[in-house]
Structure formats: structure tokens, C-alpha cells
């Protein structure tokens, strides 16, 4: 009476050189089920997601749809079998219509899409989950929420039965991820099966039936989502040990450390900055929200030197400083940990030592006269590889070894290491796990707490309420309000970040 | 049963960086070797010819190693720039560059005897970096494709000189298309007796450790590296790239002019047409095969110096024609190219996951 699970993964292992990314994971999945699948950074979520793809094939272990052994060697037979993944980051042609990005790759209806086809399909796909898109639109004018939904469309019109949805909420308003999670409720109701990875406990809490938590290549823990489950509880099983949140004592601030008035840069192929005014003092940090896209990347670029100045005034400690160079402006003590922290941050084919000291090198303490202390550096990179506990073998091994916690521990312990004035973070914390992302919020407090003045750029809401002590909200390239931590509630700011002004 | 699949991988081992141009070699020789067979010899012999002749005497091999340091010049010159990847695949017209500001140095009569080769050496470097710089100026300021300035370039420089050298520049005595001989002065001297063993190629030594202690311990260096590997967070880490990029285009310029002024002051005495053999394009093969590390420049354009001194030795003993060597060359690019993937990727065989 009993009908086989959906999708059975047994006793999966998968070895790459010296780590055992996989080892022997078993993972079942039920029609009507949200699975939320948790685990630090490196436990194997994405190597175990990356074989049912078919990007890797296990050394051991069987997957079974329907209870038929099945075998995936690319992402085709995945789909073949039913199987449809949003990535964090989408495959989307920008060019096309939303309707052309729905059928590409669709078979065996002649060279020309069949728009009637097409557009019953999509109807389908909204009498079922709810899921409407605009059939003639750009997908290049879409919102981030939006080209997820289509890539969810994608995967469902091309007949997925199981989803896997990969930090599917890294990008939206807490509205619009309310929004995908009544899509999600509504395709476990019809029986098809998701796979949520996601580092927000509150969302795993939220939206998920059960949840499996990985740690070191093995599942260590599973447990239906009741009563019983809260955040800590999860964030414990995760790591093994207790999760202390962060302490956050009061200050009062000090001296204005950077002042912004009506600042203004010129788009080209960026979001444009439209007269910004802002205003960070030594001892706060200001939480910078927004919906990515709106001009946030923009504004540290500006900040750091990087983007170009076309109007108003930028003033750090009182300078005026809108025509400096990034070297310049790091100079002034200011210290950049960049959203992207593989593409802007590090480079990740360079020696860990090298990243360590990448933006100092010039500096008397690294070299002289042109030439490389090497003895220096190597010291340096130790004394911070130490000191912040970053894991690695060495100062010598290239940077790209390195797991994305000790990544971002790395890049954090470079710009630390001179007691900035001001610190630019953006999305300090994403995609590291509750640890990690706990060791760095303690390190933005502890800087606060010494009088350091930090603009903290994040989608993470979470992050933005427990460690700011004013939020400003932008939207479209203008800041909509900037509002004092005790004023401030995430509805009132999700409506801010999708551009809605209260009424007065 | 399904064939195969690449799959990235995690780590590449360091064996890898030693076996790797070795194994493209042999690869190359092995395909090679069907070309040999068609010209009806023996792939042993031909081998042997090929390898051995240039090794065989004190002279050859002496002859070896001159043919060797215009190779190590272009060599080092492409390994700096592809570095900061700056792809400089205009070697041989920065090459030609340096020869026709060193053969219009040295022909030279009211420069005094004494100046006559470091001014040449000083001229051929600078002509060699201005040639080079102009595809980096475009590049940097208005982002044009540095692969296909600096690869037409070197024909807008070959024809431009070939102009000169049938008109205002021929030589009046001979009446060929070439420049008039240099002064003897001008001449590199010797630096073993009875041989062709020039100045250059202690030159080249030099360069060699120079670039050496450039990459491995200078600022420069470590900003090459940093552009090269990433030029978004160079920049973000206030690197200025196009300072970088300039400069590289400049040091790589100058040394392939010193290609060019070794095999005018050393060799030939005059610009011809037939100066450089494709020196600038092996160069490329060797960079690749050296993985663009200095110190592997020299066993790499070793290897292909052997190959084009042989090749000469081969044809005569065998009848094989001496675009052999270029073959070679040109294949061997290919099998490191294809050898470099597997630093990144390893091959995985589909196999039933059930027998």
C-alpha cells in the first residue's frame, strides 16, 4: 500500500583528493514534502545537489525516482527524470521574452514556438501554483523575485516533479519571498517534492515539512519541522555546539567619519546614484537595505574610489574626497570587504599571502624601493591566518582553496588588520553559515565598539536589524529613508525596499 | 560505455606543472610521426637526426644555444604579458622593431665607436616597447582586443620595413632589399673564440634572471600577477591596471627588441627579410610551454632551437623536409593548450554504477 518515495538517495560518497565531500548520504523525499536541507559551509549540500545534477558522478551510491534506480549524467537526464533546479544564479537570456525563455529548449513542436502551446502552459502553471509572469516582457526589465519566478516556471513547464531551490531568497523583499513560499506550499500540495538550501533559519523554520542537516559530508541530523524546532535548536545541530548571539552594547556617536550630500554618478551600464545624503559617525554602524540592484554596489564604489563622482559632495573625516583613487581613499583608513568576495575581493588563483596584503603591497611594512619583503608578508598573513582561526595549510596554498567562511574570515582579517576608520561591507555574511556568519558580526561590533564608523550593505535582513543602529532603505538609486533601529520594523522596510513611501 | 566526461577538479597536483610540457612533446612527436612516414622515412632515424645532430659537436651544440637566445628573448617577452594577460602576439614586429632601430644605430658614422652597442642595445629595447605599446594604449584607453592589434601589427611592420629596406634604405652595394651593413664597432663581441657565441646570448641569461626577480620579487611583479589574475579586484584593491598594463606592454616590447638586436649585432649584421623565422610566434609556443615561468623559458626555447637546427641536418639525411619543424611547433601549442585543461579538469569514464 505503501508507494516508493519520490526521490531516494542512498549511500552517496563522493571523494575529491583529500576531502570526502560525500560519505554515504542517504536523503528521502515525499511527494508533499519541503525539504529544508541545512549544514555548515563544506558539509556537502551543493556536492550532493551537484551529483543528483548529474555535474559529478558519485563513487558510490544509488539515486532512485519512483523507486526506479535512475542514473543522471547530465542535467537533461535530471530533468528527463523529473528533477529542475533554480541556482542562485539564473540562466536566463536577457534579450528574450519571458515566453521565449520558457520554451527554449523545447522539443519536438517544429523550428517555430507554438505561442498558443505556450501560453496554455503557462496558464496551467498559474491555475496550479499561482505563478504569473507577463508572456511579452524583456526578461532584462524583470525584478531579481520576478526572473526567479520564471526560472521556477522554466523547471515546472519543462514537467519537474522534484525542485531544488539553491539560497532561492538571497535576493528578495521579505514580501516577495513570502511569494515563493505560497508557490512552494502549493506545488508540495499537488505532490511534487522541493529541496530548500537556504542559511536563514527563520525561512527553513518558516516554509519547510522537515529538515536534514549535513555536517562534514554526512547527514547528522533529521527532524520533522514542529514545535520542538526553533533557531537555535537548528543552528546547535548544525554545528555541533551553542550559538551565542552577538552582544551589541550601546555607544553614542562621535564624529562624523563620513558625510554624503546629494551625491549623484552617471548610470552608463550601472544603476545610477540620484542625489544621496547620508551621514556615519564614529561608534555606528549604518545598515544599508535594499533589493539588490538599487544602487547599493554603486554607493561603496563610490565610496571606495572605484566609480567615479559626477555630482555633490563625498567627505571621509571631514576631507573632501570625491577625485581620489581607491589607494587613496584606503589611504584615509577606510577598509572594503566587496559584495563579491571570489570576483572583487580575492583573487583566488594567487597564494593566500598574497591576497592577504593585496591592497597594502605598496606600503613600506610589505615592500621597499619596489621589491617584496617576502619575510614580512609571510608574517603578516600568519599572524592574521592565526589570529582570526582561518583554516587553511599555510600561507603558500592558493586562496581558492579555501571554503567560503575562511574565505570571507580572510578578507575580513586583511582589512581589520588596519583598524579602519570606516568599513564598507557588503553582504559580509552571505552564503557562510551560522558560525561563520556569527564570528563576523561579532567583529563588526567589536569595531564599533572601538569607535569604528562601518556602512553595512545587506539583503539579509536579519543581519541589517541585529547590527545597525540606523537603516537606510535604497530604492531606484535614491536612499527612500533612513530610519533609527527603534523606529524601524522589516514590514516597514520591506515596503521601503520595493519603493513605497508610507503616506504621512 | 556512455564514453567520457570532464569533470572540474579540486586541486591540481604539482607534478603536473613538470609532466605536463613533457607529455605535450612526446604527444607532439608521436603525431608528428605520421608526417614522417609520409615522406617516406624512418620515424627512429628522422628522430634521431633531428635531436641528436644539434647536440652531436661542440660547435653545433655552440650554435644550438645562439639560435636559443632570440628564442628566449621572445620567449620571456610573451611570458610577462600573457601574465598580466596582456596577449602580446606581436613579438615578431616588436622583434623587427628592435632590429631596425639596432641596424640604424650601428650604421651610424658620427656616433663614437665606444657607444655604438649600448646605445644599440638602449634603441632596440625603447623601439621594441613603443611598438608594443601602442596595441596597449588602445587597450587600455578604448578597449580594443589586444590579440588582433598586436597580431596586425606585426604585418603593418614587416611590410612597412620591407618598403624602407627596397627604397630609401637599401643597401647601395649590394642592391638586394637590405639595410647597409653596421659599423664593426657595432659588432657584439665574441665571447668564445671562433664561434658565433655573441653578447646576446649572455644578454638573454641576463633577462632571463632579470625577469626572474621582476615577477617573483618586485611590486610590479605582484601587480602583473594580480591584473592578470583577476583585474576586478586588482582594481578594487587600488591597483591602477592600465599603469599595469602599460608597463608590462612596455618591459614585454623591449625585450622581444632585444631579440631583434641580438640577431642584428650578433648574426647578420644588417635588416633582411629573413631576419627573424617566426621568432616572435615561437616565442608564444614557448611561453605556453614554459607555463609562463621565466626559468622554463630557457629549456623550452633550448628544445626548440634543437628542433630548428635540426630539422636542417634531418632533411638532408633523410629527405624529410624542414617544415618539420614548424609543424612541431605549431602542434605542440595545441597538445599544451589541451594538456593545460587537465590542470583544471580530469576525466571521468561513465561506467554502470551497477555490475
Not at chain 1, 309 to 320: A, D, F, H
Not at chain 1, 328 to 355: H, K, N
Amino acid at each position: 500500500m505503501e508507494s516508493p518515495p519520490l526521490l531516494e538517495m542512498r549511500g552517496i560518497a563522493k571523494r575529491f583528493g583529500d576531502v570526502q565531500a560525500n560519505d554515504g548520504v542517504d536523503l528521502t523525499l515525499n511527494g508533499g514534502d519541503i525539504l529544508g536541507l541545512l549544514g555548515e559551509n563544506g558539509a556537502g549540500k551543493t556536492t550532493l545537489m551537484n551529483i543528483l545534477f548529474g555535474v559529478y558522478a558519485p563513487d558510490r551510491g544509488r539515486i532512485a525516482v519512483d523507486g526506479r534506480t535512475v542514473r543522471i549524467h547530465s542535467s537533461a537526464d535530471a530533468l528527463a527524470h523529473g528533477v529542475g533546479m533554480v541556482h542562485q544564479h539564473f540562466h536566463l537570456v536577457p534579450r528574450h521574452t519571458v515566453m521565449d525563455n520558457l520554451m527554449v529548449g523545447q522539443s519536438g513542436r517544429g523550428l517555430r514556438l507554438d505561442r498558443g502551446f505556450a501560453l496554455e502552459r503557462m496558464g496551467e502553471i498559474e491555475r496550479s501554483f499561482g505563478l504569473r509572469l507577463p508572456p511579452d516582457v524583456r526578461v532584462g526589465d524583470l525584478t531579481i523575485g520576478e526572473q526567479q519566478r520564471l526560472e521556477i516556471m522554466k523547471a515546472l513547464i519543462r514537467g519537474a516533479r522534484i525542485l531544488v531551490l539553491d539560497e532561492p531568497t538571497a535576493a528578495l523583499t521579505p514580501q516577495e519571498a513570502d511569494g515563493l513560499f505560497t508557490a512552494l506550499r502549493a506545488m508540495a500540495g499537488r505532490g511534487m517534492g522541493v529541496v530548500f538550501i537556504s542559511h536563514k533559519l527563520h525561512e527553513i523554520i518558516a516554509v519547510t515539512t522537515r529538515v536534514v542537516i549535513m555536517q562534514h559530508g554526512r547527514v547528522v541530523a533529521e527532524t520533522a519541522n514542529d514545535d520542538t524546532v526553533s533557531k537555535m535548536r537548528l543552528a546547535e545541530l548544525m554545528t555541533g555546539h551553542e550559538i551565542t548571539p552577538p552582544s551589541k552594547v550601546s555607544t553614542t556617536p562621535g564624529a562624523v567619519r563620513l558625510r554624503i550630500d546629494n551625491l549623484q554618478t552617471r548610470g552608463g551600464a550601472r544603476p545610477s546614484l540620484k542625489g544621496i545624503c547620508l551621514e556615519v559617525r564614529a561608534g555606528e554602524i549604518l545598515g544599508v537595505a535594499g533589493v539588490s540592484g538599487n544602487g547599493q554596489a554603486e554607493l561603496a564604489d563610490v565610496i571606495a574610489g572605484v566609480l567615479p563622482v559626477s555630482g555633490g559632495t563625498l567627505e571621509i573625516n571631514g576631507k573632501v574626497v570625491s577625485r581620489l583613487t581607491p589607494r587613496e581613499v584606503q589611504a584615509l583608513g577606510v577598509g572594503r570587504i566587496p559584495e563579491d568576495r571570489m570576483g572583487t575581493g580575492l583573487i583566488t588563483s594567487l597564494p593566500l599571502r598574497s591576497c592577504m596584503v593585496l591592497p597594502r603591497i605598496r606600503e613600506r611594512r610589505f615592500s621597499r624601493c619596489g621589491f617584496l619583503k617576502h619575510g614580512a608578508i609571510g608574517r603578516f598573513a600568519d599572524q592574521q591566518i592565526h589570529s582570526f582561526g582561518i583554516q587553511s595549510a599555510g600561507n603558500r596554498v592558493r586562496t581558492g582553496t579555501l571554503s567560503g567562511g575562511n574565505l570571507q574570515k580572510a578578507l575580513l582579517a586583511r582589512e581589520l588588520a588596519w583598524e579602519p576608520t570606516l568599513l564598507l561591507a557588503a553582504q559580509p555574511t552571505r552564503g557562510l553559515d551560522v558560525a561563520a556568519a556569527r564570528f563576523v558580526h561579532q567583529r563588526f561590533l567589536d569595531l564599533r565598539g572601538r569607535e569604528g564608523a562601518m556602512v553595512l550593505i545587506s539583503e539579509d535582513l536579519e543581519e541589517i536589524f541585529s547590527l545597525s543602529d540606523r537603516i537606510a532603505v535604497m530604492f531606484e538609486g535614491r536612499i527612500m529613508d533612513v530610519l533609527d533601529i527603534h523606529d524601524a520594523t522589516v514590514a516597514r522596510v520591506g515596503l521601503l525596499m520595493a519603493g513605497v513611501r508610507e503616506a504621512a | 560505455m556512455n564514453g567520457f566526461r570532464l569533470e572540474p577538479r579540486a586541486h591540481s597536483p604539482w607534478w603536473l606543472n613538470v609532466l605536463l610540457p613533457l607529455a605535450a612533446v612526446i604527444a607532439t612527436l608521436v603525431l608528428c610521426s605520421g608526417l614522417v612516414v609520409l615522406a617516406g622515412a624512418n620515424v627512429l632515424t628522422a628522430y634521431t637526426k633531428l635531436f641528436l645532430s644539434s647536440l652531436s659537436t661542440a660547435f653545433s651544440l655552440v650554435e644550438t644555444v645562439v639560435k636559443a637566445a632570440p628564442l628566449v628573448f621572445t620567449g620571456l617577452a610573451v611570458t610577462v604579458a600573457f601574465r598580466a594577460k596582456f596577449w602580446n602576439i606581436g613579438a615578431e614586429g616588436q622583434l623587427l622593431a628592435g632590429a631596425m632601430a639596432a641596424a640604424f644605430i650601428g650604421a651610424r658614422e658620427g656616433l663614437p665607436a665606444w657607444s655604438l652597442v649600448p646605445l644599440m642595445i638602449a634603441g632596440g629595447a625603447l623601439a621594441g616597447s613603443v611598438w608594443a605599446l601602442l596595441p596597449a594604449i588602445l587597450k587600455t584607453r578604448y578597449k580594443v582586443d589586444d590579440v588582433v592589434t598586436t597580431l596586425l601589427l606585426n604585418f603593418v611592420f614587416f611590410y612597412g620595413m620591407m618598403a624602407l629596406l627596397d627604397g630609401p634604405w637599401k643597401d647601395p652595394l649590394s642592391g638586394y632589399p637590405d639595410s647597409p651593413d653596421i659599423r664593426m664597432e657595432a659588432e657584439f663581441p665574441i665571447l668564445l673564440r671562433a664561434t658565433r657565441l655573441h653578447l646576446g646570448v649572455l644578454l638573454a641569461a641576463l633577462a632571463t634572471a632579470g625577469v626572474w626577480l621582476m615577477l617573483r620579487h618586485t611590486t610590479l611583479g605582484f601587480e602583473i600577477d594580480a591584473v592578470g589574475e583577476n583585474p576586478n579586484a586588482a582594481r578594487y584593491a587600488g591597483i591602477n591596471i592600465a599603469a599595469v598594463t602599460l608597463l608590462t606592454a612596455g618591459v614585454s616590447g623591449a625585450l622581444a627588441g632585444l631579440a631583434g638586436v641580438g640577431e642584428v649585432a650578433g648574426i647578420h649584421f644588417q635588416v633582411m627579410a629573413g631576419l627573424s623565422p617566426g621568432y616572435g610566434y615561437t616565442g608564444i609556443v614557448i611561453a605556453m610551454l614554459a607555463r609562463l615561468n621565466p626559468i622554463g623559458v630557457v629549456p623550452a626555447a633550448i628544445f626548440f632551437a634543437i628542433i630548428i637546427t635540426g630539422a636542417e641536418a634531418m632533411s638532408r639525411a633523410t629527405g624529410v623536409p624542414v617544415f618539420l619543424a614548424d609543424v612541431i611547433q605549431g602542434m605542440s601549442l595545441i597538445t599544451m593548450l589541451a594538456a593545460l585543461m587537465l590542470t583544471q579538469y580530469r576525466i571521468r569514464w561513465n561506467r554502470p554504477e551497477h555490475e
